[in-house]
């Protein structure tokens, strides 16, 4: 594997878990809006983002409607 492949690969999956905070963000009611539009844009920053989210935010909001 030469050196393209691996960081085109890495990140393809930085992308896709970045998107999947992002749609958890969406679908998470946390107390206040502001805090979710905080995490929204931690999500955003590039690489390290997605993984504070999941870290330290995952746990924070509760399901909007869980049975969806």
């Known amino acids: 594997m030469n ?10 999956v930085f992308y896709v878990i970045t998107c999947l905070a992002i ?3 969406a679908k998470k009611n946390f107390d206040k809006p502001a805090y979710k539009v905080m995490w929204a844009i931690i999500a955003f920053i590039p690489f390290i ?3 504070i989210y999941f870290v330290f935010g ?7 409607n869980p049975s969806l």
């Open 3 to 12: 050196t393209t492949t691996f960081f085109v690969g890495l990140g393809i």
């Open 23 to 25: 749609f958890d963000i």
């Open 49 to 51: 983002g997605c993984v």
């Open 58 to 64: 995952f746990r924070k909001g509760k399901m909007i």
